[in-house]
């Protein structure tokens, strides 16, 4: 099925841990839920009204999966940015001769994963760069002469 795409950003809560998802050890991936539940002040009343929760199923590859995994826990206030995308798919039908069913869906692939710094505070750790290889070290001095010579 085609699908469509939508940049978007969204604040909330996390619902549970991270879910991360790994195969072989190579690519990662990590999914979570995020919660937001809109207020608003109702003139009437002279009050905050809270409306129903939107839950929004969240996913993210590679090393933002990873830094999500290890830094994020259920509860806690965050930004998304990402796409909205189509993962729409059709169910056979459960009944013989059945018409197969569509199941709409859509989830939130995360470019940007951060915490909501109104709603808390944060240390951070910077990510380590992967050191150079045996071969590439051996080629900076040669490098360096030529361009100081």
Do not use: C
Request: charged content about 30%; overall charge neutral.
């Amino acid at each position: 099925m085609s699908g469509f795409e939508i940049p978007v950003t969204i604040t909330g809560h996390l619902g549970q841990d991270p879910k991360f998802y790994s195969k072989d050890g190579s690519a990662s991936a990590v999914r979570v839920s995020v919660a937001f539940t809109p207020r608003e002040f109702d003139r009437r009343r002279g009050d905050w009204v809270q409306r129903p929760t939107v839950w929004h199923d969240v996913v993210a590859f590679g090393q933002l999966a990873d830094n999500v995994h290890a830094s994020l826990r259920k509860g806690d206030p965050v930004i998304v940015v990402g796409k909205l995308r189509d993962n729409s798919y059709t169910r056979e039908s459960r009944q013989e001769g059945g018409e197969d069913i569509l199941v709409r869906r859509t989830d939130l692939r995360a470019d940007y994963v951060g915490l909501d710094l109104n709603r808390a505070t944060v240390a951070v750790t910077k990510n380590r760069r992967p050191e150079p290889q045996a071969d590439e070290q051996a080629d900076q001095p040669a490098q360096e002469a030529q361009t100081t010579g």
